[in-house]
């Protein structure tokens, strides 16, 4: 009302007190204000109606093929300020094992190498518990090129394959690592007091597990820059695996784009999260045995659970959404998935909005891919294959390493398209359709959907992980506002090696002068 008053003033004080002229003009700027806010009302009425709305969306399916925009940010994640290389002198050794699945261990291995840079020791190259898990034994050389995680990380840690015996006396002795339990998410000052008071006792340590034993949110970019330069860089899979991973994505995009989903409708998911009433008793009882077995206690009510979005997407309702959005039966689809529970009844409906859906057994059946599709490295050829693709869209994002560490690599690999749809925001419109209220069923969806990043550059919320959304540590820009954004200079590879090469030749020289010290005293 003060904006209406104040044009009324305006008008008022510009054509006079009296006369029609006045008057009119008056009065039809009171009828402009009035129309302005019927219409604002009925927007705002009709933007909060649900399926009734009219409001237009703007999702244009064609564009989602294509990366996100930058907004002027590149990745990079090399240093920017001073960063010297590994001291000298060591502390000690650093051994982890790494537990949980590919993508908790591939957390783990950067939280290793960032712990083992804030303590100054050097990092024994990291366990994968991989019999445990997948009950196999493939472990680190198995499934990552070590030359090149230990050539990438050269700038910034010592690693070792392992703990070298010592000489004292003419004695050869093995080192013990201590070993060590780290609280969970614990911050640097243990690390630089606990844990670094034992290594320095006894020469070593042993964490174990190993699994978010480091603090994310750490107010240092350039720790922050260094678990980008592990996860993005040094962690490189074995050659066999990208040869694999890119005969998929070749054979794939033959036909034009492809999308990868990882379809999270599994048995430990859908115990974790409590949704059971959408299957059979048998079913039932099956995943409250699970959930029995693997999670604490906690009272669960399916209806309040898919109320808040909390439930994983049901292969149909993928579907829907995607149809939503102005995708088509044509849309070619890589599942990356383990095996779905409750089985083809609940594919069948997905089946039949986007017939072409494949596998890695589907599009590649080669011998070699036969002989390595399972555990730690079939996991590896699916996570590459939904690296490359040119839209991934995760179903359940919420305790899944898989699509977490996904979302952030293709965030760094180029903001390729990811489609992450906000389940509870989505909830209430499927529980509609479900009781029979579909009118306008799709746009609700859209309007839904647009309140999603599709792989652009978005701030960090808690609480999202860093291993997410590393922007923007992890990224700079050419000409920025900030100079914190800057990016580093094109040479700053040539820069750190000069500093290393440098270090090592100090290094020698010392090592010279205490050799020929001894020698002189031995005369």
Wanted: net charge positive; aromatic share 10%.
């Amino acid at each position: 009302m003060r904006r209406s008053g104040h044009h009324l003033h305006r008008a008022n004080s510009k054509q006079g007190a009296g006369g029609l002229k006045g008057l009119m003009g008056r009065l039809s700027i009171a009828v402009i204000v009035l129309l302005i806010c019927t219409v604002s009302l009925y927007i705002s009425s009709t933007s909060k109606a649900g399926f009734g709305s009219a409001s237009r969306s703007e999702i244009k399916a064609e564009e989602l093929w294509s990366p996100a925009k930058s907004g002027g940010w590149r990745p990079s994640s090399a240093p920017r300020s001073d960063w010297p290389p590994p001291l000298k002198e060591s502390n000690g050794y650093l051994k982890v094992r790494c537990n949980g699945g590919l993508n908790q261990q591939r957390s783990a291995i950067c939280n290793a190498v960032l712990a083992a840079r804030i303590m100054n020791a050097t990092l024994v190259l990291p366990e994968l518990d991989a019999n445990s898990f997948w009950h196999e034994k493939s472990g680190f050389h198995g499934i990552y090129d070590v030359e090149n995680f230990i050539r990438t990380l050269r700038y910034d840690v010592r690693i070792v394959e392992s703990i070298p015996d010592v000489r004292k006396n003419g004695k050869t002795k093995k080192i013990k690592p201590f070993q060590l339990r780290p609280p969970r998410d614990a911050p640097i000052s243990w690390y630089t007091s606990v844990a670094l008071e034992k290594m320095r006792e006894h020469g070593a340590i042993y964490l174990t597990p190993f699994s978010h034993r480091l603090a994310e949110e750490i107010d240092n970019p350039e720790y922050q820059r260094l678990r980008c330069r592990v996860n993005y860089h040094a962690l490189r899979f074995k050659p066999h695996i990208l040869r694999i991973s890119q005969s998929i994505v070749d054979k794939l995009r033959n036909q034009g784009h492809f999308m990868s989903i990882h379809l999270r409708f599994e048995m430990d998911m859908l115990a974790f999260a409590g949704c059971f009433d959408i299957f059979t008793p048998e079913e039932q009882k099956i995943l409250k045995k699970y959930r029995e077995e693997n999670f604490a206690k906690k009272r669960l009510v399916y209806s309040e659970r898919r109320a808040i979005g909390k439930c994983p997407l049901t292969p149909e309702e993928v579907g829907l959404i995607l149809r939503s959005m102005g995708f088509d039966n044509s849309t070619r689809i890589y599942l990356a998935a383990g095996e779905l529970f409750g089985g083809e009844r609940f594919m069948k409906p997905f089946r039949a909005l986007f017939p072409r859906l494949e596998n890695h057994s589907s599009v590649e059946s080669s011998e070699e891919l036969v002989e390595n599709v399972r555990g730690l490295t079939g996991s590896a050829v699916d996570y590459m294959v939904c690296l490359l693709s040119d839209i991934f869209m995760p179903t359940y994002d919420g305790p899944s390493n898989f699509a977490n560490n996904l979302l952030g690599h293709r965030l760094y690999y180029g903001f390729r398209t990811t489609i992450r749809p906000d389940r509870k925001a989505l909830a209430p419109i499927f529980i509609d359709r479900e009781n029979g209220r579909t009118a306008g069923f799709e746009e609700a969806i859209r309007r839904a959907m647009l309140g999603t990043h599709f792989g652009g550059p978005h701030e960090r919320i808690s609480p999202e992980s860093f291993y997410t959304n590393s922007w923007p540590e992890c990224f700079c820009q050419m000409s920025p506002k900030n100079p914190a954004d800057k990016c580093p200079p094109d040479n700053v590879l040539a820069i750190l090696n000069s500093r290393l090469v440098e270090s090592q030749r100090d290094n020698d020289l010392d090592v010279s002068t205490q050799s020929n010290s001894t020698t002189s005293v031995g005369k």
